[in-house]
């Protein structure tokens, strides 16, 4: 859905558009989110969203994948669109430190996740762990992900409540494989401790190289 909060063009109360009456074949051209009929075209930068959870014990994360070299990761960031209400911006900004091609990047929201993803004693498979974020998505939430303050990718539908909806993630995860989100099923994690001993690994795990320790 358009977006056109404080444009010229933009009508309340949802900030969207209208058009005039039309009684005759008419072809309209728009710029979505723009009152322009010059598009501006949105560089959809070197990251992607890669894997959302909303696991047992409070450990809830997003998981990204950067696809070329990024001098400075602080012009990215991402934003969680609770229940269905729309966006709420950008939330977190990405700290300032480089990153090569090919890096996969946890951002959680505490050290929970260590433990749940088993990586106690490093960064596992990743390439560059950050907790303490501001990650209190539910798995009925859409995430954002921003690119110079733009959003470029989105998980889910930011003005539905994902609950019932085919990209709930509640007590799961969802996880990208080749361009389409696969999912561990609504409340596969349910009481585990770790991913490994859940009916549902997170796809980034190997447990057969790092078993569940119970």
């Given at each position: 859905?358009?977006?056109?909060?404080?444009?010229?063009?933009?009508?309340?109360?949802?900030?969207?558009?209208?058009?005039?009456?039309?009684?005759?074949?008419?072809?309209?051209?728009?710029?979505?989110?723009?009152?322009?009929?010059?598009?501006?075209?949105?560089?959809?930068?070197?990251?992607?969203?890669?894997?959302?959870?909303?696991?047992?014990?409070?450990?809830?994360?997003?998981?990204?994948?950067?696809?070329?070299?990024?001098?400075?990761?602080?012009?990215?960031?991402?934003?969680?669109?609770?229940?269905?209400?729309?966006?709420?911006?950008?939330?977190?900004?990405?700290?300032?430190?480089?990153?090569?091609?090919?890096?996969?990047?946890?951002?959680?929201?505490?050290s929970n996740m260590y433990s749940y993803l088993q990586i106690d004693d490093g960064l596992g498979p990743f390439d560059f762990i950050e907790m303490?974020?501001?990650?209190?998505?539910?798995g009925n939430d859409a995430i954002e992900l921003f690119y110079n303050g733009n959003v470029v990718e989105v998980f889910g539908d930011i003005y539905?409540?994902?609950?019932?909806?085919?990209?709930?993630?509640?007590?799961?995860?969802?996880?990208?494989?080749?361009?389409?989100?696969?999912?561990?099923?609504?409340?596969?994690?349910?009481?585990?401790?770790?991913?490994?001993?859940?009916?549902?690994?997170?796809?980034?795990?190997?447990?057969?190289?790092?078993?569940?320790?119970?």
């Amino acid at each position: 859905k358009e977006d056109l909060s404080g444009q010229e063009c933009a009508v309340l109360p949802y900030w969207d558009r209208t058009i005039p009456e039309i009684s005759y074949d008419t072809t309209l051209f728009h710029c979505f989110g723009e009152c322009s009929a010059e598009c501006s075209a949105i560089d959809p930068g070197s990251m992607i969203l890669k894997g959302i959870m909303d696991m047992t014990l409070d450990a809830r994360g997003v998981h990204v994948y950067v696809t070329e070299y990024i001098d400075d990761l602080s012009i990215y960031g991402l934003g969680i669109a609770n229940n269905g209400g729309g966006s709420d911006g950008q939330e977190y900004t990405f700290p300032s430190v480089s990153v090569d091609a090919g890096s996969n990047i946890l951002i959680g929201n505490n050290s929970n996740m260590y433990s749940y993803l088993q990586i106690d004693d490093g960064l596992g498979p990743f390439d560059f762990i950050e907790m303490g974020a501001p990650m209190n998505m539910n798995g009925n939430d859409a995430i954002e992900l921003f690119y110079n303050g733009n959003v470029v990718e989105v998980f889910g539908d930011i003005y539905a409540d994902g609950t019932g909806e085919d990209w709930e993630y509640t007590d799961s995860w969802a996880f990208k494989i080749n361009d389409q989100w696969t999912y561990g099923g609504v409340n596969c994690a349910d009481n585990s401790t770790t991913t490994c001993n859940s009916s549902c690994p997170y796809p980034f795990i190997n447990c057969s190289v790092n078993p569940d320790p119970n």
